[in-house]
Structure formats: C-alpha cells, structure tokens
Nanobody, 125 residues
C-alpha cells in the first residue's frame, strides 16, 4: 500500500513563496495521478492542483492559477507544489493525494485512493 508524506509547509508573509513536497513510499507511484488539496478553517476541502502520471497534463483551480506550479519527478517518487505570490486566503492544511484513474480527459475530476497526513501553510500579513 502506497503512503504519501508531505513536507515544506510553514509560516510565510503574504507575497512570499513556499514549496511543498509530497514523497511516496511503496506502491507504483509512477502509475498514479497526484493532486494537492487544501482545507481552510471553516471551508470545504478544495482541489488546488493535479498532475497526470506522465506529468504532461496539469490542472489548477482558478484561485491559484498563475501563482502555483505543480511538478513531479517519478524517479524520486515525488510531487512538488511551488506556491508564489502567497495570499492570506492560501492559509490551509495542504494534503497530497493519489488517484490511479486520474485522466487528462477530465483534469478537474480527482478521486483519491491515497492521502497524506497534511502540512500546514499559514500566510500572514
């Protein structure tokens, strides 16, 4: 059973940058689409960004488009989320997730079968 572990969260001032990492242990990571979700206080979980197994197709929510960049390195069993121009509303717990059936044909649809434990991102003014 594949396990996911996030790192890179922390406290950052608005306008700054953070890079989140998601590393997989076990399983066939290269066969899975991987996504970043976030849950802000008092809000529902949101799909932030996703990437297909090959890395050829990516998805971004409107709230982060142009500021965040997702990438992956299958050789290192890792997916990254580069977050630039951070805003106060980016404050949330960020979760890495994997979906074996994630498809470029429906990039906004992601159904995780594996979740990480989450990493806190706090953006201050």
């Amino acid at each position: 059973q594949m396990q996911l572990e996030e790192s890179g969260g922390g406290l950052m001032q608005a306008g700054g940058s953070l890079r989140l990492s998601c590393v997989a242990f076990g399983g066939t990571f290269g066969n899975y689409g991987v996504a970043w979700f976030r849950r802000a206080p008092g809000k529902e979980r949101e799909l932030v960004s996703a990437i297909t197994w090959s890395g050829e197709t990516t998805y971004y929510s409107d709230s982060v488009k142009g500021r965040f960049t997702i990438s992956r390195d299958n050789a290192d069993y890792a997916v990254y989320l580069e977050m630039n121009s951070l805003k106060l509303e980016d404050t949330a717990i960020y979760y890495c997730a994997a979906d074996f059936y994630y498809s470029a044909r429906m990039p906004h649809v992601f159904s995780p079968s594996v979740w990480g434990q989450g990493t806190q991102v706090t953006v201050s003014s």
